[in-house]
């Protein structure tokens, strides 16, 4: 059973930036597109970013797209996401997710998920 860890959440200015990174045990990640997920209080989970199992494709929401990167090192079971340029409306709580058939169509597809990180944007 996979386990994913998500880390490198906190308090930033508006405009800083930040990594936040997710550890995999428990098993590979290696088969499964990656996304990353946030949850602002009140609001539904919405999609982020997904990186196909291979770290060749990527996709961004369009309220992230040119400031989110996201990234993955299959050597160390990692995935990351790093976010420039951030805003108010970026604070929410981070969740990575695992799967084979993720991608872009919410979180249809994804098996496993993290516990979250929270990421406070200060305006």
């Known amino acids: 059973q996979v386990q994913l860890v998500e880390s490198g959440g906190g308090l930033v200015q508006a405009g800083g930036s930040l990594r936040l990174s997710c550890a995999a045990s428990g098993g590979t990640l290696s088969s499964y597109n990656m996304g990353w997920f946030r949850q602002a209080p009140g609001m539904e989970r919405e999609f982020v970013s997904a990186?196909?199992?291979?770290?060749?494709?990527?996709v961004y929401a369009d309220s992230v797209r040119g400031r989110f990167t996201i990234s993955r090192d299959n050597a160390k079971n990692t995935v990351y996401l790093q976010m420039n340029s951030l805003k108010f409306e970026d604070t929410a709580v981070y969740y990575c997710?695992?799967?084979?058939?993720?991608?872009?169509?919410?979180?249809?597809?994804?098996?496993?998920w993290g516990q979250g990180t929270q990421v406070t944007v200060s305006s």
């Open positions: 990186v196909t199992w291979n770290g060749r494709g990527t």
């Open positions: 997710a695992g799967g084979m058939t993720g991608w872009d169509n919410g979180m249809v597809g994804y098996d496993y």
